[in-house]
């Protein structure tokens, strides 16, 4: 089993929906989340960056963390064409320095 | 501008060749990483460098080795290129091993195919 599992898509959205992105991971240790974003033909980016469960919100981005279900969401309100990336999530453990586990990506399209 | 270089872009080898992708970054950070992506498989560490001087196998380091010629380059070697290595090879650094808020910076990639 992967340590961190995504939802696969591709996912196609039209113009201003609420985007929902999802991630399950099985490692108990990990307390540290990120969302990446990347665009085609290029190197990912980080987007947000969440510590153990709660909640982050910048902008239209919000990130949420569910460790009792081992839960990673990432929500994109207003959702735009330029929003159009595959989006990564990882965690990371506490212990092992900033070693990330990525999962494998969710490819999305925002259409105008 | 500042970030994570990484040369060549693009590169097809026959299998058997060797060669090295290099990677650099001029933001003063300690700590670099080579990734490869493949569909379906998402990125995989390969191997990472913690600081200058050091480093460590990742998740996938067969067919692979490394040098961290000083604190800015890190370097990637196939030295018996196979068709399993055709993929997207990254390089990223951050500012430091310990936990950081700024996660890891990204070069825009090798594309790299075996035949």
């Known amino acids: 089993q992967k340590e961190v599992e995504q939802d696969h898509g591709p996912l196609s959205v039209p113009e201003g929906a609420i985007v929902s992105l999802n991630c399950t991971y099985s490692?108990?240790?990990?307390?540290?989340f990120m969302w990446y974003r990347q665009y085609s033909r290029k190197g990912p980016e980080l987007l947000m960056y969440?510590?153990?469960?709660g909640n982050k919100e910048d902008g239209r981005f919000t990130a949420q963390v569910d460790k009792s279900s081992k839960y990673i969401s990432l929500f994109i309100r207003d959702s735009q064409p330029s929003d159009s990336a595959t989006y990564l999530c990882?965690?990371?453990?506490?212990?092992?320095?900033?070693?990330?586990?990525f999962g494998e990506g969710t490819q999305l399209t925002v259409n105008p | 501008n500042a970030g994570v270089t990484q040369t060549p872009k693009f590169q097809v080898l026959k299998t058997g060749q060797s060669m090295t992708l290099q990677c650099a970054q001029d933001?003063?950070?300690?700590?670099m990483y080579w990734y490869r992506q493949d569909p379906g498989m998402g990125l995989r560490l390969i191997y990472y460098?913690?600081?200058?001087?050091?480093?460590d196998k990742g998740e996938v380091p067969n067919g692979y080795n490394v040098s961290r010629l000083n604190k800015r380059e890190f370097s990637l070697r196939l030295e018996s290129a196979a068709p399993s290595q055709t993929s997207v090879y990254f390089c990223?650094?951050?500012?430091?091993?310990?936990?950081?808020?700024?996660?890891?910076?990204f070069g825009s990639g090798t594309r790299l195919t075996v035949v």
């Open positions: 990223a650094s951050s500012p430091s091993w310990v936990v950081s808020t700024y996660g890891y910076t």
């Open positions: 490692n108990s240790a990990f307390q540290y």
């Open positions: 969440t510590y153990s469960s």
């Open positions: 990882a965690g990371r453990e506490e212990t092992s320095g900033s070693r990330l586990t």
């Open positions: 933001m003063n950070h300690n700590s």
């Open positions: 460098s913690a600081s200058e001087g050091t480093t």
